[in-house]
């Protein structure tokens, strides 16, 4: 059974980066095409952007001026990058696999000095 | 930019009866391979979401069949035969056939 962790700081001043990585577990990274989500407190879900095993990317038009994502087959693991965040990037990220057959248990980030 | 509408937002029901949420495309979402790239999540309180359905008809392992999903082209429903508490929560429906992946705004399911 696949299973996925997100890591990351929980919080975030404003204008900083923010790094998350999902760690994959009971499968191989390989096998499977990931993506990054979110959802602000109280609200719904937006995707973020993918990544495959060939490190391909796709990003959402309203982030991808902030935002990469990579992965790195030798840990198993994939990673969110966001960069000059802000109070509306406060939200719980979750890492999913790309057809949503798998999701972690989701990574509250708050951006504030 | 696909935007998918969820009907009801609110869905108030009774233990053991039916219930029904629509999600209307703003286009096509059969995919020109001939997929049709919906899916249906389910967020529990306090959970992260699960699927439940995958390319508008396809129930996922584990899932009980009171679940259904149907549709095509624009207009998709989930379908829950008969509510269990459990079934408490808030649904999307989502969709990969264009870019950028979106997802509808989400009906709260609740019992009555």
């Known amino acids: 059974q696949v299973q996925l962790r997100e890591s990351g700081p929980g919080l975030v001043k404003p204008l900083e980066t923010l790094s998350l990585t999902c760690t994959v577990s009971?499968?191989?990274?390989?096998?499977?095409?990931w993506s990054w989500n979110r959802q602000p407190p109280g609200k719904g879900l937006q995707w973020i952007g993918s990544?495959?095993?060939?490190?391909?990317?796709h990003y959402n038009p309203s982030l991808r001026s902030r935002v990469s994502v990579s992965v790195d087959t030798s840990k198993n693991h994939f990673s969110l990058t966001l960069n000059s965040v802000t109070a509306a990037d406060t939200a719980m990220y979750y890492c999913?696999?790309?057809?949503?057959?798998?999701w972690g248990q989701g990574t509250l980030l708050t951006v504030s000095s | 930019e696909v935007v998918l509408t969820q009907s009801p937002l609110s869905l108030p029901v009774t233990l053991g009866q039916p219930a029904s949420i629509s999600c209307r495309s703003s286009?096509?979402?059969?995919?020109?391979?001939?997929?049709?790239?919906v899916y249906w999540i389910q967020q529990r309180p306090g959970q992260s979401p699960r699927r439940l359905i995958y390319k508008a008809t396809n129930r996922d392992s584990g899932v009980p069949d009171r679940f259904s999903g149907s549709g095509s082209g624009t207009d998709f429903t989930l379908k829950i035969s008969t509510v269990e508490a459990e079934d408490v929560g808030v649904y999307y429906c989502?969709?990969?056939?264009?870019?950028?992946?979106?997802f509808g705004q989400g009906t709260k399911v609740e019992i009555k």
């Open positions: 990544v495959d095993k060939d490190g391909s990317t």
């Open positions: 989502m969709q990969h056939t264009h870019w950028p992946r979106t």
């Open positions: 999913a696999e790309w057809g949503g057959a798998y």
């Open positions: 009971g499968g191989s990274i390989s096998n499977y095409y």
């Open positions: 286009q096509s979402l059969v995919h020109s391979d001939g997929n049709t790239y």
